[in-house]
């Protein structure tokens, strides 16, 4: 698939909690992370999104906020997804960092080079990769219209 979101993973649907309006869909990835992808009900007849399906999950690298320390607190956000930071590429502006996941999925941020100095980052160092369920576009193939 060719598409501008940065970060696609490919993963199978381990479950598909509808609600009114809404549906939650957990991806399951190959290293054992799970990312949830909060889409319409509408969505998920559309797509015909099933247990067991194989989906592409897509989320924008601005989309993802890099957590080194948590200091005690919880955020709403649903993903989580613990990695070590594998390259840090400075832009003029902004900086791109890929973050390796346990199971060689990687992670890329797009963020400004300030939060880069402010979270000391740097190649090798833990953090955690958070995004909302919300950020998370959903593909399968052999969908039509």
Do not use: W
Not at 99 to 118: H, P, R, W, Y
Request: charged share 20%; hydrophobic share 45%; aromatic share 2%.
């Amino acid at each position: 698939m060719k598409a501008s979101a940065r970060n696609q993973f490919t993963g199978t649907v381990n479950d598909v909690l509808i609600g009114a309006v809404n549906a939650e869909v957990h991806v399951g990835l190959k290293g054992g992370d799970t990312i949830v992808a909060t889409i319409t009900k509408e969505s998920v007849e559309k797509l015909a999104i099933k247990k067991g399906q194989e989906v592409i999950a897509l989320v924008k690298a601005s989309q993802v906020i890099i957590v080194t320390d948590f200091g005690g607190y919880q955020t709403s956000a649903r993903n989580q997804l613990v990695g070590a930071v594998a390259v840090v590429k400075p832009g003029t502006v902004n900086t791109e960092v890929d973050i390796e996941l346990k199971g060689g999925e990687q992670v890329t941020a797009s963020v400004t080079n300030d939060s880069v100095d402010t979270l000391g980052l740097r190649k090798g160092q833990s953090v955690t990769a958070i995004f909302k369920a919300g950020a998370v576009i959903l593909a399968v193939a052999g969908c039509d219209d």
